[in-house]
């Protein structure tokens, strides 16, 4: 009774393990044939297909991006292209009204003070009219960098439009505004050479201090406006305080 058990168990096992067998060798057939496939010219030509899609997918994806690039490094010129007069390269009016709220802001938090110079060149019409305006043009730019070079890196200094110039410094105390307006000023008033012509540019200062001027940017701005024609009219060269620059 034994063996015959044991005989009916080896056959089951037996016809498992052919089961097996068979269906390995199918598994083997197929991988075959998928092999000679791929060896054949169609596979050969899908592959192939396969590779060309990925070059032209990379080089596709390598175009967006390059175009992707050239549309934010355009945006950034553009940016700065709004943000600054095309004579000087200094920042136009457009900055000094963000740039003079955030020092503001800044120095109210820090108990600080913010000093604002307008400066109006003396007499630039009557050099425009003997010298001409591309001598006048000249004469701005040595302005612009002479103002670069007295200020410090922190300092902002904006071309309002015309001969007028805006400095925007922040500072501890008030004196460091007085002082910062005699450099400006003896700066200015050194001989340069223009066109093979040596001149010297005169320019009437006008300051006011954040927060005992005005806590408002118009205020300040309107304050130094005052102030420098105030300067003007000491010096016997007449005119009245033009409206505050708005932004």
Partial sequence: MGRKRRSHRSKRNLASLRLEI???QVRLSMLQTSIKEARSDVGLAAVQDVRAE???????????????????????????????????????????WDRLSHEMDL??????????????????KQLNDRHGHAFGDLAL????????????????????????FVVVASTVIREDVDELVRKVTKALCEPFCVAGKSITVLA???????????QVEAVLLRKA?????????????????SAAPTP
């Fill in 22 to 24: 068979a269906k390995a």
């Fill in 54 to 96: 990925n070059k032209l997918l990379v080089e596709t994806n390598l175009r967006s991006e390059q175009a992707a690039c050239a549309s934010l490094a355009a945006l950034d010129l553009a940016v700065k292209a709004s943000q600054t007069d095309a004579l000087t390269g200094l920042r136009n009016r457009s900055v000094l």
């Fill in 107 to 124: 120095a109210g938090r820090l108990g600080q003070h913010v000093g604002v110079l307008l400066l109006d060149l003396d007499d630039f």
């Fill in 141 to 164: 730019q040595r302005v612009a960098s002479v103002l670069t070079a007295t200020v410090r890196a922190s300092d902002t200094v904006c071309r309002l439009g015309g001969d007028e």
């Fill in 204 to 214: 009437s200062v006008g300051s006011s201090v954040y927060p005992e001027d005005g």
């Fill in 225 to 241: 406006d005052e102030a420098m024609y105030r300067v003007k009219r000491s010096r016997g060269l007449g005119g009245r305080s």
